[in-house]
């Protein structure tokens, strides 16, 4: 089992070694590209632009698939959750028709390296069902249809899906697949590294100084490159996308059925947020994989509870024998519909950014692949003005930089609270958590299994909002653009790139924190 951004456990990642990389770093070399992030967009840039001819070194914070990779339920697929209805209305339809090219292309991209690399990820070639189940959907439903079908894609009405699920009307897309993505991610590494692309893992980056070549200081060492991309997920510091990218958590469960019937396919229903159901077999077993009641980070009281309302859908509809796992993931819903890819707006023209692939982070991976390789190769710069993050308007008066080195003034240096304060604060039950305010300062409490209190400074490293409890995944998450962090305040996932502020609490009964 791997490491991942939350205490829940995914299906992949409990079904699943470590990749370890065998490349070493040169800190001499001036490096063609340096990549930020070991997910799949990170790792599948990296790799074509290794193929193009650039010299490439992939730096990641923890370890590759530690993000959303290692959480994804993996539908690669050409209907997107932004329908193209959507995509015709705040673009064109002619960009509808480019966007669809691009989804193709990039599924096409990805089954290529799955042959050509011989990659074990049971990658299945699947159809997708989308089914409306009253008036109103049915009227959506055609919407979707007719724009879909005018961008391109292949696809019919059908009168029968191959789900256990009532419906009144849907349509069959053809040309979709689905994956394990952590056994895809680590065969496209490899292949990276007998490329001779570089990846070094544990390396969490803190500055960068924008001159030529860009220097790119990390807990590893200083690095120069002459581009820089971040596949990140969402770009560190502070920046206008972060202000057009919504983070959003999804839930997610692999059940096994009792009468093993799992059906081939794809499947999405209408509901608002909708579910996803679609099946897996890895190491050998077969998965049911549901999904669904996303919300907003941070935004959400008791998240261990929409565990209960996904499970109750899927026994309505499914003979489940039992759950094997459950888990959630991030995703970042872009304002407009299409992602970021390309420069970052704000810096310099060699730095490049990927990110606002709402739930469709497997596909626009390799879209941004595709794009990223074009422009940095000055090759095929097709997409990339579709997918221009500089397509935002810049607000006026806003601070539009990156700036790793600012100091975060730390609040509660060299304090220490005494025994009789946390034994009030110990009245929290196990495996609670609350903000409570001592002294005029706000403190995040969280106490743990064995009765361990654990406090940090809620205020987020990022912008400085207040972090809320995730029970499910027990991480303090920001509200306001998407930072994750450890029980303990460590950063799981950007746009912080700072851990919150750790208190020390010294009491006979709980554990010496420092
Ligand atoms: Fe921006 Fe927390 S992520 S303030």
Known sequence: MI????????????????????SKVDPRLVYDVIIVGGGITGISTALSLQEAGKKCLVLEKEILGFGTTGGTTAHLNTLLDTPYTTIQKN????????????VQKALRLIHERVNRFAIPCGYKEQQAFLYAQNEEQEKELDEIAK???????DLTY??????????TKA?????????SPLHYLYGIAEAFEKAGGTIVEHCRVTGVEETEPLKITTDAGTFKARDLIYATHIPPGVNLLHLRCMPYRSYAMAVTLQDYEYPDGLSYDMVDPYHYFRCQEINGKKYLIAGGKDHKTGHEENTRHLFETLEAVVHRYFNVKGIAYRWSSQYYEPADGLPYIGHLPGHPQNIYVATGFGGNGMTYSNVAAITLTGLLTGRDDRYAKLFNPNRLKPVAGFVNFIQHNADVVKQFAGKIFSGEKISGWSALARDEAKLIKEEGQKIALYKDDKGILHGVNPSCTHLHCDVNWNNAEQSWDCPCHGARYSMDGKVLTGPADRDLEKIALDDPGNKKHS
């Open 158 to 167: 059908t009168t029968e899906i191959p789900f256990p699920i009532p419906f």
């Open 147 to 153: 724009a879909s079908e005018a961008a391109g894609i």
């Open 91 to 102: 673009f064109s339809e002619d960009d509808a028709k480019l966007t669809a090219k691009a």
């Open 171 to 179: 349509i069959q897309v053809n040309g979709q697949a689905s994956f």
């Open 3 to 22: 490491q991942r951004d939350g205490a829940m456990i995914s299906l992949w990642q409990g079904n699943i070694f470590a990749f370890t990389p065998k």
